[in-house]
């Protein structure tokens, strides 16, 4: 799987988390405006374009930045260390989002994380391997990743519903340490807001086989990269640090675009840390 941001990306979002404007890394890159706008859109970095210093501007990691300009992308993990986890992709090549179903291998009791565009992939993965709905969870409010939720609360009317956002019920928002189990499995939340405003990160641990913590960020991080954040950058970015990248190394990172990468791959090669 591509990763879901180019170097391009990288930097027209370092630019405008940072508020520099596109004329001053025009500058620094050494390409005219036009040229650096197109670099932005299709990733394509001219020979002669001046990296580095693009990345010095932008408080970017110049090395990282050009191991993703040279094709970088995370090992593809074993996932049949986590045999009741599922990512499942909904949209087109044009815009894709993931979602995650876990659950417990004994009581069949299954969480949902985000929702994706479209249920039905969702409802074929529970029916398909017998589970009880039980929880579902929102990383963040924005449509992509909870676009399908009133069909699935219309079919598992019970399972019940955790949220950062500050408008949600009482009942649903989630609270600092707290704890559920599902099954065996334990899963906790931690507040990664800079994306979002109600940003979580929702780490799922207690696997057999002693397996490596998942931990679900939503758009708070990707595989070398990370979701925009204009104007509040540091806060994203320390949270990430914070909540993330205090994880064990071996944490497998779900994010809600692009590849798994891990909290190793992400400290070693992700040009925003």
Known sequence: ??????????????????????????????????????????????KHAKLANA???????????????????????????????????TGDDGFRVHCYLIWDEVTREAALFDTGLTPEPIFQAIQENDLQLKHLFITHSHFDHQQCLPAIREKFPRALLHTGAKEALPQHRNRANDFLHLGSLRITNRDTPGHAEDGVTYIVGNWPEDAPNLAIVGDALFAGSMGKAPGVGELARAKVRQQIFSLPDETLICPGHGPFTTVEQEKTNNPFW
Do not use: C, Y
Request: net charge negative; aromatic share 4%; proline share 9%.
């Open 1 to 46: 799987m591509n990763l879901e941001d180019h170097v391009g990306d990288i930097i027209r979002k370092a630019r405008q988390m940072n508020g520099v404007t596109a004329e001053a890394v025009a500058q620094a890159i050494g390409l005219p405006l036009p040229e650096l706008q197109i670099f932005e859109e299709n990733g394509d970095l001219p």
């Open 55 to 89: 990345a010095k501007l932008l408080g970017l990691n110049p090395e990282k930045l050009q191991r993703i300009a040279d094709g970088w992308t995370p090992p593809e993990p074993d996932l049949s260390i986590w045999r009741e986890m599922r990512r499942l992709t």
